[in-house]
């Protein structure tokens, strides 16, 4: 009896065994991986570990734009206990009306959606706030906000990035593969409690590649600053400016008004005026400035020179039969230096005569109009420059005083570098550093003779000494420049109406110049809107505060000679170059009857004559200046070719003299 | 009074066989119930009571073989209690090593989003436009060209002259 139960007892042990060891076959080998997989999704939660963008620093190392980490707030409108209690709650810790809020909740709910976002990008306040609600119905998303802490500063070249943290202008949007960062990946193995164990799969996130850009902030600032008080004080409607470095290219400043905060998203159907970077998507007839285009190939292709008597025509000259006028009345004739330092139109035609229209497009072309400069930055401008079989009979001309051609601030920048350094187009570079690569400066490429940058340099000197850039002279360096100021052509009225772009083009000092500064003030109105008085001060103001920043040392007086000032700010006042509007130019017929007399008095004085260096190695002109006590500024190495003042010229006290050498 | 073996055995007695006689008591003619007497409990005529029951005369006599037995086994456990812990250590140091490392990742990253938010905050405190407006309500000027004298710049014969 005893064994027959003992035998049913282990008969049944060893079917419970049986039972136990084939449902564990089926869970460890038969199933295992559907059994695995089950439990990973209960036991694991995958993370994605968000990537930063990339900083934008400065070229001094301050942040010009940096992600930091924020929350947002989603719920699932499908599972929210009371649609009403959710948005009076919600509505109360995030600071949002309630009605607005459950209107979007129950669209949601309506439309069957198992996500919406309550708020993104909340304060930590906030988010702190949240934390403490014991609700299960509504979860808080890690996400990367992306901030502008010097506000508008550099607005136009960082541009900005929507709720996505996508690049939408500036160099945010051009090099955004650059800045976006490759988001990680993790597999976290957690308790009952959702508290992380051990990390089962890790993928880092890769941030995005940090850059430098070569815009130093305090000029930035002061470039800002000046160009917004300008357009404001001569009721203008918009400006921009450029702050270059002529040997690198490097941008230091590049400013644009109207301005915007890139902190502030883009509203719909808002109207983007103020987020268009003119000084690179805006071209504009330059006037005068672009004389410099023409004397340089003038210089470079025939046989001008500074001293070479124009006939000015007494203000009028007839091309094709149509009647192009100095805009100050005119005068007779005069050494082309002087006509380029009271911005004659008729000189300019004249020198644009001798040039034609091969040359005179061939090195247009070559100082980088009509072609994009190659920025980091979308909506580049190449402005326009019609090729010869497009030109009228009278497109010689206006090309020469700069209508007919449309340009960026940034050309003229450009443009005018190729003066400050010698002859050579540079490639402009706004990105230093990508992470920690230096981007190489890109190789120069020589377009014009450098006696012929040198000549250009110390016309451009007379602009600012005795023509109409005299507001533009720095206290303590010397430099040059050139105004311009041309109609804006009314395209609905199809004329040329009584506004203004105004246009000072410079760069300082004159010896191994250290930046050019490029300054265009658009739709001025009245003589008071010309270049001269409206971008000059601007370029006063903006290349001091840059030289002191780079640390330039000073190489002239402090104070400038006043009567010098106050006698040419009246002729500031009349430079301005178009094809329509004559004027009166009385005064500085004056003047050039007065200059030219105190010329001719100055070659008769007796004294002391500047020597001549040309032809000599430096060397021995550092050794016969020594022996004279004279002063010499070098510029360049070899042989001098060019000195300035001229051989035989009266040599005053405390004069210094300026010798290009070349090789 | 019964006893609690009086008892179970009382419970627990065989059943009768079909072909035993009678039992013995008499079945006792039922009496008619009082319709309004209470029913009573099961085993309610039975009572108990505690017997104290004095060992401490009781010596007990000492076993030499179950001693020995009870230190193997107690020897046994400990051994496989060892084992076992040995065993389950580095499990359980690699879980507690787990939350450790986890709990400093979430350090690290609320660190890196402090440090960021810090960064963000020093480059506000130190762009020029705030700085502009403060130094012109404490009205200073930009310094003049080689006015500002870098004690950490190439200068070295400066730098040098930089008080500790």
Redesign the interface.
Known sequence: MVDRRLTWLAAMVLVWASAIFFKLVSLQIIHHREYLGKAAARQEISLEIAAPRGTVFSRSGRRLAMSVSTDSVYVNPMKLPDIGMAAELLGLALGMDREPLEARIREAYKGHRGFLWIKRKISQDEAERLRRVPLDWFFIAHESQRHYPNGTLAAHVLGSVNSEEKGNAGIEMYLEPELRGVPGKERVLTDARRHNIASRLSIPAKPGTSLTLTIDEQIQFVAERELAEAVKSHNAVSGSLVVMDPVTGDILAMASYPTYDPNEPVTSGEYPKERINHAISLPFEPGSVFKIMNYSAAFDTTNLTPETPINCGGGVIRVAGKTIHDSHGGTGVVPAKTAFGKSSNVGAVRVGERVGNENMYEYVHRFGFGQKAGLPLPAENRGKLRPTSRWSKVSLASISIGQEVSVTTLQLARAVSVIANGGSLVTPRLVLKRGDQVTPVAPLVRIIKPETAFTMRFMMENVVLNGTGSKARLEGWTGGGKTGSAQIFDVKAGHYSHSYNGSYVGFAPLTNPRIVVAVTVNGTHGEGGFGGATSAPVFKKVATEALRVLDVPKDAPEVANPTLIAKNAVVDDLAISDLEAPGSNILEEEEDADQAAQRIAQAALPGPKVPNFRGMTMRAVLAEAASKGITVLPDGSGIAKLQSPPPGAPLRQGERIRVQFTR | MATLPAFFRRTEAPARPVHAPETTRAAKPRADRDPYALRALPHEDILLFCKKIDNTRLVREPDVQARGACWSVIGVAGMVLLIVTSASVPYVG??LA??K???L??EERRLI?ER??L??E???L????RL?VIAKDKNLV?????QVVRLDGKDSAVAMAKPE
């Open positions: 690699s879980t787990g939350y490392l986890e709990t990742r979430t989003d960021r938010n960064d963000l020093e480059a506000e130190l762009s020029p436009q502009d930009p310094p003049a060209t080689g």
